[in-house]
């Protein structure tokens, strides 16, 4: 850690909730957080909340058959009044908007980075993301989240003989961060008040062996050096090891 | 309670969860559930749990601008994974399906149906009723839960001098419940497993008073006698009188 | 009938088009209004027009198939001139309305409720109601109107021997009428103009054995105590009688 | 009528309901058909029925306000049981079909090519055409139709001072009627039968002045050559007289 | 030519770009224009440019199935910024417009005109006519440019073995040109200065052998004579025989 | 270049269109392609071929208004037939698909990444980028021609005297590139061949100063280590550099 934070600066920044600028928000995740579905997870980072759920079946969409492969989506939304204005439901405007697209192709990218489709067999998992408070990082602990229900529902699934074992189809841990630049200061994990003033703003998905699975990053403001995006890919790689640490704590559980 | 009990005949009907015939499920509401709304709760009846928000903001839509009279509207939505099979997203599908629809109206009447319009002023309140978790009787959950989010926003509306007195804006309390008819016996509250066999389906709104807000009745099955009729509506009454008590009970509390 | 002008009180009510509390509006059915459909009604409640279509198909919607029964749907639609003022049409809109889905539903309920889905085989049978001038209870002379199509469409399936016996698919009438409450009165079939003023609205759809098969009251202006609603249903009751009566006249006619 | 006969030449073709080659289906103008709108017109040639409304008002669509000009629309709809087999509902499909937008775009453009939109000043007309019963032709019936029901609405806008002069916006009269290639034969006014089975179809709107309005020919089964073309077009010269002394009569008569 | 220039009076039209009445804008066809579509070809007429692609597939759409005849479909669209001001994308407004439907369907109803759907087989040709610049005409150089796609495909289709010949598929060349009055003097081939003074505008489908396929003549500004009609049917006939003369050149070419 | 040859290792990778590792395909800018737009670029790279429009107005969209600032947006699209088999429009689908909106707004980052809101002043610039044929990297194509067509946009914008310098609103260049890895070996510009086998595959857009915009990095077939990554930002770094050297010589060319 010494490395990040001389990286980080003498100075250190100070963050609206007096973190430190490489420390993580608060974590929780409560599994079986509803009855119905095969995964049920509720994650929270700091006051972020999003529900995940995981529904295994054994059928697959009619493009993926007879490929003995199985298949793994995801499904991403906020509740109206996640946010402190309330937003328009998608539904009622008739389509899903650009943004909500997007992050669902993301989770969808970044839990299928670590499944073995064979193993799988011609099976789906559908992840549902959706978050009942939004203050930042919905979509990194969306990935967050949604491993740990996949890896429940996988359970299931192994336990009703729908595949043989949770263990092959999982080939190793995703979890997801952002990272970013406030005032010129690298920092973890952004609640919303710093992300709505970040020059640039990361979100990192990485491996339990700390590879890449996703990597955005966007300056709309001003663009980042490379100096700067090493920094900020360090930051990312802490507060991921950090996050798949929860995620084990969580499934050791039960 | 002993009518009651005598119109619903001496061979106790047994139920699958072994509640008696006139016995609502268990019932809990919490207020505050999220922070961003000016209204937050968390109702749940059994194992039926929905998100009630009630979003308060100083304008109106366009069509009741300078008329001197507020406005009260009601979204209801499922979440994928409320249902023991996943449900596709009605944004996905690109549409609101006539249920939804249904229900986000009976809703929003309900509620209208307490609300003086003149004492809420130029002011709006939304009511969104998102169901986390399904087993029957969302609807009538999201009214008795939309209630009790209804008057924080409005005690909030009253703290924050939008409007002088939540308490002349409220005329009455309201709530709802359901009651059906199950092999030709009269019980209150279903859930899913008895909603699903159910001869005749009802869900009846009152006020504090007594009285009728809401009284949808269907029969799709079985057509229902008078007699029937007036069981089903006392069942309803008492059921409705012990909503109440739990809407007061959570009010008090804070 | 002397008891219910008891209950409606002394001083006689005075309506606009001069009816007594419970009277109905004039009621008139033309059968085989148009040649293609398998029954087609034209239904006039005084200045209230439906077109009532019934196709007869010997398909099934995909999800009902080999079950070995049938299925009846309905769907509800108003002209763009069927009101003093043109509303847009929902074809060019893009979506269909709530109103009009909840509509299309509540027709489809009644009529599923008189039908012997057995007897009627894996048959189809689709009712349109298309409003040509709308003048209140535009809903309830859809499912009177209806009933006589259906009917008609059976008896068109017998003779074509899709089906054994119309009589054996028909368990019982069905017809439908509105009730309202006006500055206090209860009073029967409500033209728009004492619809746009009531405190209490209810459609009570009846079978010819005096069942229920659906009520839907809303009282967003002002609760209804249970007296008034005793009232509603005898008013209700009595109009229904007589829409039977009209019902049976016209498909005696030929 | 004899150079025609001629050109139709000496075996005088059969037509399934026994008319002549140059004969146009017996034609019928019912005005004031219902009561809301500015002007009501049910339309019946043959077996095809369509009831074409006008809906006068002072306001224009928003790209025509401060012009100094009026507007004329035209909507025309396809009732689901107006044919043979049930049509799907375009509000249900969720858009309007190609063919659909292509006919009401017709109609506009016919009754447009007869107004003076200054004389109209700042008001709009927006006609509906609805097909209650569809036996070819519908889309000339419409524009027959249409012009007697915007006769009315203007009639009615000048006893109601939003026009000066109802016969200064009508600048000449407008009908149109088919005609086609049936087995080598040019016949006009085709039922669905002959439509169905025409080498060649063409639609041709015309004024009371014998100038054309539009012409639409498709020969998408035969191309057609310029003989023919010219037999056609005297064909719909001669319908279009007679259309338009039908129109003349009926308007005549209040 | 000598007639037509009779016909259209001594008096020649000065054009704003200088062209006489009866004198088509310089067309140029470019085969191959892009790689991957069995036919691929950019039509420029004057500074209207259309990439116009043929589609082969050896597959039907569902109602065609088993009917051992092919089918041949067409889709236009415009580009944003082929118009002088940006046009808002139909895919962004969620449907297609009236326009773009229209012309879709006249493109695929002119192609369908020469092809011999049983020589097809049960093979799909599915042409796109995508506007990259549009100066009037683009309707009708779609139809011009799409006939020599559809010719390619066809050799391509021929070369692959999934037809027979493509000689034998089609019967006959199409093209396609716009006439119109302005100023009361009819002209061939009106770029878009032109035709947004139109009184009357009229697209012309022709055969090699000089028949009619589709004819579209509308006059919402001022209705035309017969006579005036005969002078437009003279050029629109010109127009084509030189059109088809430069497809011929093109498809000699490879 | 020496440095990134050693990464990537000696045994050249052989690329099926023979390229080595870091080298780009022949880039081709062409401004003033069609007369219409403000700016208007063809680029080619390789075999894919994107039109970039610019579209300047001196209007901003609603939420905008009265800030004292511009904007810039992009949309992005594909022809149905840039690809080897016809991808259905997405304007008859009725909705923008989730890829075509991830790029429309990437490249509307990009561009606003390097544009002073400020200089530009309340003026819009809409980016329309459409495929003509894709062979891999349309994206980033667009990117890099959608600069170019920025910058003759804002040129115009100078000369019709909307914005005072054109210099003054272009803080930076903006150029992107793909770069991925393949059997292990990070390559250059992927065309469609390499990129659908490739196992990590990342879009980086780069300032003329060397910083990073946007960075896209996405490995769903295999994760990538820390090392891959920064011979891929390398290589890209290289690409850009070329890519923007492109554009400096189109642009000055005129």
């Known amino acids: 850690m010494v490395a990040i934070k001389d990286m980080l600066g003498h100075g250190a920044v100070v963050r609206p909730d007096g973190r430190a ?34 529904s295994f079946t054994p059928t697959l969409p009619r493009w993926r058959k007879d490929s003995g492969l199985g298949w793994v989506t995801a499904e991403y939304a906020m ?9 328009a439901r998608e539904s009622v405007r008739g389509k899903v908007g650009g943004r909500t697209q997007e992050i669902s192709r993301l ?39 949604a491993y740990v229900a996949l890896v429940d529902a996988l359970r299931w699934a192994q336990d009703h003989h729908h595949i043989r074992s949770a263990e092959k189809v ?9 990272v970013g630049i406030i005032d010129g200061h ?16 990361m979100n990192v998905a990485m491996t339990g062996s700390g590879d890449f699975i996703e990597i955005q990053g966007t300056a709309e403001h001003r663009p980042f050096s490379r100096a700067e995006l090493d920094t900020l890919l360090e930051l990312a790689a802490k507060g991921n090891r950090e996050l798949q640490a929860a995620q084990d704590a969580a499934l050791a559980a039960n």
């Open 170 to 178: 999982i080939k190793d841990r995703v979890s997801a961060v952002s």
């Open 21 to 54: 600028a490489d420390e993580l928000r608060q974590v929780r995740i409560t599994r079986h957080w509803t009855d119905a579905p095969e995964g049920s997870v509720l994650i929270e980072c700091g006051n972020t909340r999003v529900m995940c759920t995981a």
């Open 107 to 145: 989770i969808g990218r970044c839990l299928r980075g670590v499944v073995d489709m064979k193993a799988l067999g011609e099976n789906q998992v559908q992840l549902d993301c959706d978050v009942l408070q939004a203050d930042g990082g919905t979509r990194t602990a969306s990935v967050t989240g």
């Open 79 to 87: 509740l109206p009044r996640a946010t402190s204005e309330r937003t």
């Open 186 to 201: 690298p920092v973890l994990d952004l609640p919303y008040i710093e992300d709505s003033q970040a020059m640039t703003d």
